[in-house]
C-alpha cells in the first residue's frame, strides 16, 4: 500500500479521496429524500418501526411472565437488542439494492458502486443513531434516573453493527448482480439471525454449548457490546470486537473484490 | 489500475514494459505489506515470546440436595436458576481481586509474572497499580462456567509448568474454604434461630413447672381441681342415694303402719343422707369451702400456663429438628472432577497458527488498502 502511494503523485490521492467525499456526501443526502420520500411519515417510520418490534416483545415478555436476565430494564434490554439488530440488516438490505436502485447514477463516471454503499450506510448508522437516542430518551422520562454505562463502548457497538451490515450489503450487492436468486434467498437465508443474534436473551444466559454456538454470529456480539456499554452492571465476557472486526475485513474483501469483478457487467446493462 | 502512465515517458509503452512494471509493483507491495510483517511476526512468535504453559482443571460446586440441571433451554432461555448460583459466585471469587491478593502475598504471583528472564511484551509490569496487576490477571487466569453441566473450567497461564499447577492448586484450596465458609454459616445462621427459641421455650416451661409445685407445696391441696371434682362425684352419689330413700319411704307408707320398725329405720336413713349432703354442700359452696374456690383459682392460672408452655415446648423442638434438616440440605462443598494439570508442552504461543493468522489478516489488510486505494484514485482521473 505505502509503495502504491509512493509511486503516485501526492496531489492525486487527496484529490480522488476529496472527490469521492463529496460523492458520497451528495449521495448520502439524495438518499434522505428517496428513503422516506415517497412516505407521508417520512423520518417518523425509521423510529416507529424498532418501536413495534419493542412494543411487541415487551408485551410477550409481560405475558409469559418472564424476567429480563440480570434484571435490566425492559425497554433498554429491547432496544439495545432489536436497533442494533435492524442496523446490521437494514444496512445489509439497502446495500443490496444499492446498484439496483440507482442504476441511472451510476452512468455518471464519478459515482462508484462502493460510494453508493457507504452513502447509504452511512446514511442508516447515523439514523438509528439518533432512533437509539430517541427511544432511550423517551424510556428515560419514565424512569427516576438514568446512567449510561460507557458512550465510546455503545458506539463502537453501533459502529461495528453498521460496518457489519456495509460488508454484508456489499457482497450480497456484488453477487445480485451475478444472480437474482440472491435477492430471493435472502430473506429465508437472513431471518432466522432475527432469533439468535440475542434480541431477548444475552449471551450470559445461555447454556455454555449452545451459547458456543451462537457466538459464530456477529451480530450478537455488536449486541452485546452495545449492552456492555449501556447497562453499567451488565459485563458481556463474550463479545469480541477483534470478531467482529475479522467478519467485517473479510466481508469488505470479498466484497470490494467482487465488485470489482462484476463491475464491466453492470454497466454494460 | 489506472496508474497515469502517459507521465513515465515513451519508454515505458510497451505491454512487456508495462506488465514487468506492475509485477514489479505487485511484489513490492506484497513485500512490504505481507512478507516483511510476517517475517517479523514470526520472530516475535517464535523467538521473542517467553513460552506459556496452561494449567486445567475442572471443579463443581455439589449441594446436598443436587438439583438436575438444567434443562437446554434455547431461545427463550431465561435467567440462570438457583442451580447456578454456587458456581457462579465461586466464579466471581475466584476472579476477584481478595483471590489475586492471596496470591500475591502467599504464592508469589508478582515473582514469577514480573520475572526478568520473561520477555517484556508479556512480563507483568512490577511497579503497575492495583488494577492493571488486576487486569493482567485476568488475562491468564480464565474461570468458564458450563452452565448446563454445572461445571467450572479453571485454566491458568504462567510461565512453567510447575507454576501453573501451583496457582491453580491454590485457586482451588481457596474456593473450597470459601464455599465451605459460605455452606457453615447459613447452616448456622438456621439453626441459631430455632435454637434459641427452643431455649426460651425450655425456661417457661421449668417456670411453670416451679411455679406449680411451689402452689402445691403452700397449700394442704395437692390439686383442689380434683379434689373438687371429687367432692363433686361424692354429692352427686348422696343425691342419688337419697332419692332413692325418699322413695322407698313413700312406698313404706302405703304399705306398713306408721312407726313400724321399718319405717322408723328408713326415716333415720333418709335423715342421715340429708344431713351428709348438706355437709358435702357446705364443704363446696358455703363457709368452709372458701379455701378450695381459693385454691382452685390461684392453680387454674398455673396449669394452663404449663401446658400452654409445654405446647410451645414441643413446637421449638420440632422447628429447630426442621432447621436441622433444612440445614443438612442446604449443605454445599466443591467437588475437584479433575485435579490441575501438569503441562509438559508450553501451550502458547502455537507459533504456526499465530503467524497463520497474521499472514491471512495482512493479505485482506492490504486487499482492502489496495481496493480502496484504487477507488479514490478512480474519483480523481474522472
Not at chain 1, 98 to 125: C, H, M, S, W
Not at chain 1, 214 to 237: K, Q, S, W
Request: net charge neutral; hydrophobic share 45%; with cysteine.
Amino acid at each position: 500500500m505505502s509503495g502504491a502511494v509512493a509511486t503516485l503523485p501526492r496531489g492525486e490521492l487527496t484529490r480522488g479521496l476529496m472527490a469521492q467525499l463529496r460523492v458520497v456526501h451528495a449521495l448520502a443526502l439524495r438518499e434522505t429524500r428517496t428513503r422516506f420520500g415517497q412516505n407521508k411519515l417520512g423520518y417518523v417510520w425509521a423510529l416507529l418501526e424498532p418501536l413495534f418490534w419493542i412494543g411487541t416483545f415487551a408485551g410477550l415478555f409481560e405475558v409469559a411472565d418472564r424476567g429480563t436476565p440480570g434484571g435490566m430494564a425492559i425497554v433498554p434490554f429491547l432496544a439495545t437488542g432489536v436497533v442494533t439488530y435492524e442496523l446490521v440488516m437494514k444496512t445489509a438490505n439497502k446495500g443490496s439494492q444499492a446498484i439496483n436502485g440507482n442504476k441511472a447514477l451510476l452512468f455518471y463516471p464519478q459515482v462508484q458502486t462502493l460510494d453508493l454503499i457507504l452513502a447509504r450506510g452511512a446514511l442508516e448508522l447515523a439514523t438509528y443513531a439518533v432512533v437509539f437516542a430517541l427511544i432511550i430518551g423517551g424510556w428515560a422520562f419514565t424512569v427516576p434516573r438514568v446512567r449510561i454505562d460507557d458512550l465510546l463502548v455503545l458506539m463502537n457497538g453501533l459502529l461495528l453493527a453498521g460496518l457489519l451490515g456495509m460488508g454484508l450489503g456489499l457482497v450480497l450487492c456484488g453477487l445480485n448482480v451475478l444472480s437474482p436468486t440472491v435477492e430471493r434467498i435472502r430473506g429465508p437465508l437472513f431471518r432466522p439471525l432475527f432469533w439468535v443474534s440475542g434480541l431477548f436473551f444475552t449471551a450470559e444466559s445461555l447454556p455454555k454449548q449452545v451459547r458456543d454456538m451462537l457466538l459464530y454470529n456477529p451480530i450478537l456480539h455488536c449486541i452485546e457490546m452495545v449492552r456492555t456499554g449501556f447497562f453499567p452492571d451488565y459485563h458481556a465476557r463474550h463479545a469480541e470486537p477483534m470478531y467482529v472486526g475479522a467478519w467485517i475485513l473479510g466481508l469488505f474483501f470479498f466484497g470490494l473484490t467482487l465488485e470489482r469483478r462484476v463491475r464491466h457487467k453492470v454497466q454494460l446493462t | 489500475m489506472n496508474a497515469p502512465l502517459e507521465t513515465k515517458g515513451p519508454a515505458v509503452n510497451t505491454v512487456r514494459q508495462l506488465r514487468r512494471m506492475r509485477a514489479r509493483r505487485l511484489v513490492r507491495r506484497l513485500g512490504l505489506g505481507v512478507v516483511l510483517p510476517t517475517i517479523l511476526a514470526t520472530l516475535y512468535y517464535g523467538v521473542l515470546v517467553t513460552p506459556q504453559f496452561e494449567s486445567v482443571s475442572s471443579f463443581t460446586v455439589q449441594a446436598a440436595d443436587a438439583p438436575a440441571a438444567p434443562q437446554l433451554e434455547l431461545i427463550f432461555a431465561s435467567v440462570p436458576g438457583n442451580a447456578g448460583r454456587d458456581a457462579q459466585l465461586v466464579r466471581e471469587h475466584a476472579l476477584s481481586r481478595d483471590m489475586l491478593k492471596h496470591l500475591i502475598e502467599n504464592h508469589g504471583f508478582i515473582e514469577h509474572y514480573a520475572d526478568d528472564s520473561v520477555d517484556f511484551t508479556s512480563r507483568l509490569d512490577a511497579s503497575s497499580g492495583s488494577e492493571e496487576i488486576h487486569d493482567y490477571y485476568l488475562d491468564h487466569f480464565e474461570v468458564e462456567y458450563d452452565s448446563a453441566a454445572g461445571l467450572l473450567k479453571l485454566r491458568v497461564r504462567a510461565f512453567d509448568a510447575e507454576s501453573a499447577q501451583r496457582f491453580a492448586q491454590a485457586i482451588l484450596d481457596k474456593s473450597e474454604s470459601m464455599v465451605n465458609d459460605l455452606s457453615s454459616r447459613a447452616r448456622t445462621d438456621r439453626t441459631s434461630l430455632a435454637q434459641g427459641e427452643l431455649e426460651r421455650a425450655e425456661t417457661r416451661l421449668s417456670e411453670a413447672r416451679a411455679a406449680l409445685t411451689e402452689a402445691q407445696s403452700e397449700g394442704s391441696e395437692l390439686d383442689p381441681v380434683q379434689s373438687a371434682a371429687a367432692l363433686y362425684e361424692l354429692r352427686a352419689q348422696l343425691e342419688a342415694q337419697l332419692a332413692s330413700a325418699r322413695a322407698e319411704l313413700s312406698a313404706l307408707r302405703g304399705t306398713s303402719a306408721m312407726g313400724s320398725p321399718e319405717m322408723v329405720a328408713q326415716q333415720r336413713r333418709v335423715s342421715a343422707l340429708q344431713r351428709q349432703l348438706d355437709e358435702q354442700n357446705e364443704r363446696l359452696v358455703g363457709e368452709s369451702g372458701a379455701s378450695l374456690r381459693a385454691a382452685i383459682s390461684r392453680f387454674e392460672p398455673l396449669v394452663v400456663e404449663k401446658e400452654f408452655a409445654e405446647r410451645a415446648y414441643s413446637s421449638a423442638l420440632s422447628s429447630l429438628e426442621m432447621a436441622r434438616v433444612d440445614a443438612a440440605r442446604q449443605h454445599r462443598y466443591l467437588v475437584t472432577l479433575a485435579d490441575p494439570s501438569h503441562p509438559s508442552d508450553a501451550t502458547y504461543p502455537n507459533v504456526l497458527w499465530s503467524v497463520l493468522t497474521f499472514l491471512v489478516l495482512c493479505f485482506a489488510v492490504m486487499g482492502i488498502g489496495t481496493l480502496l486505494v484504487a477507488s479514490v484514485r478512480e474519483h480523481a482521473n474522472v
